[in-house]
Every structure is written in C-alpha cells, then in structure tokens.
C-alpha cells in the first residue's frame, strides 16, 4: 500500500523560498511518476510540477516554471519541491501524489495521494 506524507508547508511572505518533502512507501517506485498538484478555494486542483521517479525530463506549469523545482532523494525515498520567488497566488494546499507509469496531467489519473500541506503566502 502506498502511503504519501507531505511536509514542510506554512505561512510565507511574498519573494521568499519554501520548501516541501514528500515521503513515500510501501512498494518500490522505480516505475512512478511523482506529482505535486495544489488546489487553491473555489479553484481545480492543478499539476504544477512531476518527475519519473527514474529520471527524464520534468514538468512544470508555465505558472511556476523558473520558480519551482522538483527533485528527489533516492536514498529517503522522498520528492521536494522546492518553491523560490513565493507569491500569493501560489496560496494553496499542496498534494503529493503517485501513478505507476508516466507523467500526466489530469488529477483523475493519480491513484495515491498525500494528506496535503498548507501554503499561504501573504503580501
């Protein structure tokens, strides 16, 4: 059974750096796309960044694209994202998220989910 936990959220001013870890078990995931989607009040969750977790090129909505960067620890078994130049409308909860196979974009094709983490950055 897969299990994600999500850490590292909180309250931020605008321009500053966070960072957030995901540690996943329960099976190797040598075979999986990592996720990390967020999902602000009143909107859809998003994609905004995703790797194999064997390597490749990773995705990054335009919105974060420079900004964002997601990577992993082998060795932990752990995903961040790591989030610099922090504005408010990146306000929002933060998921990790897992699918056997390659990346996409739609939430609906994730299977396995973290509890989410808040990040709320004010102006």
């Known amino acids: 059974q897969v299990q994600l936990v999500e850490s590292g959220g909180g309250l931020v001013q605008a321009g500053v750096s966070l960072r957030l870890s995901c540690a996943a078990s329960g099976r190797s995931f040598s075979n999986y796309a990592m996720g990390w989607f967020r999902q602000a009040p009143g909107k859809e969750r998003e994609l905004v960044a995703a790797m194999r977790w064997s390597g490749g090129s990773p995705y990054y909505a335009d919105s974060v694209k420079g900004r964002f960067t997601i990577s992993r620890d082998n060795a932990k078994n752990t995903v961040y994202l790591e989030m610099n130049s922090l504005k408010p409308e990146d306000t929002a909860v933060y998921y990790c998220?897992?699918?056997?196979?390659?990346?996409?974009?739609?939430?609906?094709?994730?299977?396995?989910w973290g509890q989410g983490t808040q990040v709320t950055v004010s102006s």
């Open positions: 998220a897992a699918r056997r196979g390659g990346i996409f974009k739609g939430q609906y094709n994730y299977d396995s």
